[in-house]
């Protein structure tokens, strides 16, 4: 089974400009989330999305925006990029999302992450 | 705002010694998760503990969940190279209806052969 992929893996932008990141997750999940990197602030969780509507969020500004589509495929899209977004934006997949709880399998519910796309604003 | 303590930050030991990572809160978590994340990759799930008082052994990794929810442990056995990496607890939390993950700050742990 094919994992989480992310795209680019690289990004540059200056000042100002906006940024579209894409995240396709492992076949079959309906929820993906969005994480934010970074050496000071660590993890943190922007939103996450699930069967098209954004189902919880994290405190970011509202530059930080996403969307999910038919197919679970989803975007993050940070308008009007600042210093401090330079980042490695993260997302996560999963079969029943954050509310977890165990699947019909027994298994517990379990996020995978993909490789990341790191952006750096100049 | 809820917050997850990690300690140590930073772990440099000989292979084969024994460490402890410990994850720390004053809020209560549903349940809490332990990634190991290498260079250049996401987070990688180890376990996953709900119960308080839980302990959970995965090979020479064994996890410990607080009694009363609000903390966690990591205990490796004879520690081995391949165990390098940075090492995060996630809590998840639940207020009305909305869900959250709540990461620690990480240990970065170095295994030296």
């Known amino acids: 089974k094919a994992g989480v992929t992310q795209t680019p893996r690289y990004l540059i932008k200056t000042r100002g400009q906006q940024v579209t990141l894409s995240c396709s997750p492992i076949?079959?999940?309906?929820?993906v989330s969005w994480y934010q990197q970074t050496p000071g602030q660590g993890l943190q969780f922007l939103f996450e999305?699930?069967?098209?509507?954004?189902?919880n969020k994290g405190n970011f500004p509202g530059r930080f925006s996403g969307r999910q589509f038919s197919n679970s495929r989803s975007e993050m899209n940070v308008s009007t990029l600042e210093l401090g977004d330079s980042a490695l934006y993260l997302c996560?997949?999963?079969?029943?999302?954050?509310?977890?709880?165990?699947?019909?399998?027994?298994?517990?519910?379990?996020?995978?992450f993909g490789p990341g796309t790191r952006l750096t604003v100049l | 705002t809820q917050l997850l303590e990690q300690s140590p930050q930073f772990l440099s030991i000989q292979e084969g010694e024994n460490l402890t990572v410990y994850c720390n809160s004053s809020s209560v978590f549903s349940s809490l998760q332990w990634y190991r994340q290498e260079p250049g990759e996401g987070p990688v799930l180890l376990v996953t503990v709900v119960t308080g008082g839980e302990v959970k052994k995965l090979k020479r990794l064994t996890f410990q969940f607080g009694d009363a929810r609000k903390d966690s442990s990591l205990h490796i056995t004879a520690a081995q190279t391949g165990d390098t990496g940075l090492y995060l607890c996630a809590g998840q939390s639940r207020r009305d209806s909305s869900y959250k993950l709540i990461f620690g700050s990480g240990t970065r742990l170095l295994v030296r052969p």
């Open positions: 996560a997949s999963s079969l029943l999302g954050l509310a977890g709880g165990r699947t019909s399998l027994g298994s517990y519910n379990e996020q995978f």
């Open positions: 999305y699930f069967s098209e509507t954004q189902r």
């Open positions: 076949s079959g999940h309906r929820s």
